[in-house]
């Protein structure tokens, strides 16, 4: 394993790269095997000293090359080659694992703010029992007959803090449904080259959601090597 800095050269190496190529495909591998080097620079600032730019960023901005690449080169429709499609399950499969890494690293914040929730939601659900059945007693009994016939209001007002608490526990817990919303994307897109992906199991090891950084760069690469050699690529 290298620096954080040799994997950040890397990648923008790798980056520029794909930006001079005019081919699609060509462009979307490499903007992919770039994705893999800042894969790699993200672990390295997980494990080395602390960065200015966090890991947790370094994830984020690669799921957006990511996403950037998989736009250059459609995998579904009458034009979509096989090497579009086998590529595709690999973007889909990064996104998920950069997801989980993601939501692993704001993991002990999630629990933080989920306790914190919980016990705020279960104290205003019981001060709503106890007022239940009570009349507002603000309300004079002229505005009570007024009122009778109206609906409550479907307002609830909440503290700021609980509502950007609430907002962060979302953002947070998104990513476990992205991971696993791609995983099952990824599964389902790789029963057209079974062949591919077997022989990609069998000689590199199968992925999941939990296998290392370096075992998704690994394996990435070698498909991505394939597909250069499949597609005629330089």
């Known amino acids: 394993p290298h620096h954080a800095e040799y994997y950040l050269h890397e990648a923008k190496r790798m980056k520029h790269r794909a930006d001079a190529m005019v081919d699609k495909l060509g462009k979307a591998v490499n903007y992919i095997d770039a994705a893999l080097s800042f894969m790699e620079c993200g672990k390295a600032m997980e494990e080395g000293p602390l960065e200015a730019k966090s890991p947790y960023t370094m994830y984020s901005e690669t799921v957006e090359l990511i996403r950037y690449a998989m736009r250059l080169k459609g995998h579904s429709g009458p034009g979509a080659r096989q090497e579009d499609k086998q590529l595709a399950v690999l973007c889909f499969r990064c996104l998920a694992l950069l997801y989980w890494q993601m939501f692993r690293l704001k993991k002990d914040h999630a629990l933080k703010y989920s306790k914190v929730l919980l016990d705020y939601f279960k104290v205003g659900s019981e001060r709503n029992k106890q007022g239940a059945g009570r009349p507002p ?84 690469r070698q498909a991505l090597q394939w597909i250069r050699i499949s597609a005629k690529l330089n």
């Not at 700021?160 to 476990?176: C, D, E, K, P, Y």
């Not at 994307?185 to 199991?201: C, I, R, S, T």
């Open 137 to 220: 007693s603000s309300l004079s009994p002229k505005h009570s007959r007024q009122g009778s016939h109206r609906s409550v209001s479907p307002l609830v007002s909440i503290p700021q803090r609980i509502h950007q608490m609430a907002a962060n526990h979302l953002n947070i817990t998104n990513s476990v449904l992205y991971s696993y919303e791609y995983w099952e994307v990824a599964d389902n897109l790789a029963k057209d080259n079974q062949e591919f992906f077997n022989y990609l199991n069998t000689l590199s090891g199968p992925l999941t959601l939990h296998s290392s950084v370096p075992h998704v760069v690994q394996y990435t």
